[in-house]
């Protein structure tokens, strides 16, 4: 059974920076792509970012790129998103996902594990 549970999320001001966590048990972590989605009140479920299982390969929403890094630490069995110059329209849960494969994608029906979420919060 895998399990994920992410950390990290919080009220921060525009213009600020967080970096969310996400540890992993289970299957093996580093054969298994990962990816970052969120969801804000009355939207759909959005594409963040995603890494292939050694790292190499990520992947970005639009909305996200430039301000946002993934990354992964396979011997921590650890996802990380630092997020910087944070705006109010980031403001969601957010979830890291699993997929059972060794590359990423930036579908969410592609990914089989999700943790439960951390709530970032951006104030204007």
């Known amino acids: 059974q ?5 950390s990290g999320g919080g009220l921060v001001q525009a213009g600020g920076s967080l970096r969310l ?16 989605f969120r969801q804000a009140p009355g939207n759909e479920r959005e594409f963040v970012a995603a890494i292939s299982w ?3 390969n ?24 630092q997020m910087n110059s944070l705006k109010p329209e980031d403001t969601a849960v ?10 990423a994608d930036v579908a969410a029906d592609e990914y089989d594990y ?7 919060t951006v104030s204007s």
């Open 58 to 81: 990520t992947y970005y929403g639009d909305s996200v790129k430039g301000r946002f890094t993934i990354s992964r630490d396979n011997a921590k069995k650890t996802v990380y998103l």
């Open 114 to 120: 999700w943790g439960p979420g951390t709530q970032v």
């Open 2 to 6: 895998v399990q994920l549970v992410e």
């Open 54 to 56: 050694t790292g190499r």
């Open 94 to 103: 957010y979830y890291c996902a699993q997929r059972p494969a060794a590359y």
């Open 21 to 36: 966590s996400c540890a992993a048990s289970g299957r093996t972590f580093s054969l298994y792509a990962m990816g970052w």
